[in-house]
């Protein structure tokens, strides 16, 4: 079956540094969300790419859909400590309609 | 944006008795809802997706007959988790989707402990 993987499983950054976490699909998607969660909390929607090279902004947050749509990465710019949690990609597949979530980024940031 | 309620957010049962998880979208109608199990500092494991009106589609590996899913509204999924033992112990978590392509809102979580 389908699987996501995500890397790395934890990225401890400090405070005002760059990062970036990638996460690959076995199987080609039909599209690619983002979620964070905060510790203790649920999954949040972050994003949606659903076009092969396609790139979106949020604020200090870089998404990026690769071109054989297999892959995905997000990148943050001077990291905060609000942008501690988990970060999940989920992909999906044109058939079904179910979210395979990768493993996700533990983000620890270090004022 | 959409919000999906899930109740209650921590039960403490004993072994052997059985629980259940209501799953509810408030401002939207869901003929689908998928239910995960979630375990410390890991992933969303999708065990189940509740389909209104009918059975619900369980993953490899997860007992229909353990977790038992009803979904008898448009806005209503619940998770019964039957017979309930320690290894049962864990995060649950359900979500709904506005449309096949469309993003996830999910409920807030039910923290299980089986004592």
């Known amino acids: 079956g389908q699987q996501v993987m995500q890397i790395p499983q934890y990225q401890h950054v400090q405070e005002g540094e760059d990062f970036t976490t990638y996460c690959n699909s076995s199987?080609?998607?039909?599209?690619i969300q983002w979620y964070k969660q905060r510790p203790g909390g649920h999954p949040v929607f972050l994003i949606q790419?659903?076009?092969?090279?396609e790139v979106k902004k949020q604020k200090r947050l870089t998404f990026q859909f690769g071109e054989a749509k297999k892959n995905s990465s997000l990148h943050i710019t001077a990291t905060q400590t609000t942008d501690v949690g988990t970060y999940f990609c989920?992909?999906?597949?044109?058939?079904?309609?179910?979210?395979?979530f990768g493993g996700g980024t533990r983000v620890l940031v270090k004022p | 944006g959409a919000v999906v309620s899930q109740h209650p957010s921590r039960v403490i049962c004993k072994s052997g008795t059985s629980v259940k998880i209501e799953c509810r979208s408030l401002?939207?109608?869901?003929?689908?809802m998928f239910w995960y199990r979630q375990f410390p500092k890991q992933s969303l494991m999708l065990m189940a997706t509740?389909?209104?009106?009918?059975?619900?589609?369980?993953e490899q590996g997860v007992e229909k007959d353990k977790f038992l899913i009803n979904h008898a509204s448009l806005t209503l999924s619940t998770l019964t988790v039957t017979s309930a033992h320690p290894e049962d112990s864990s995060f649950y978590i359900c979500?709904?989707?506005?449309?096949?392509?469309?993003?996830?809102?999910f409920g807030q979580g039910t923290r299980l402990t089986v004592v």
């Open positions: 979500s709904a989707r506005k449309g096949a392509r469309a993003e996830a809102f």
């Open positions: 199987t080609t998607l039909s599209n």
């Open positions: 790419l659903v076009k092969s090279g």
């Open positions: 989920a992909g999906q597949e044109a058939a079904g309609n179910k979210l395979t």
């Open positions: 401002d939207f109608q869901a003929t689908t």
């Open positions: 509740s389909n209104e009106g009918s059975k619900a589609t369980y």
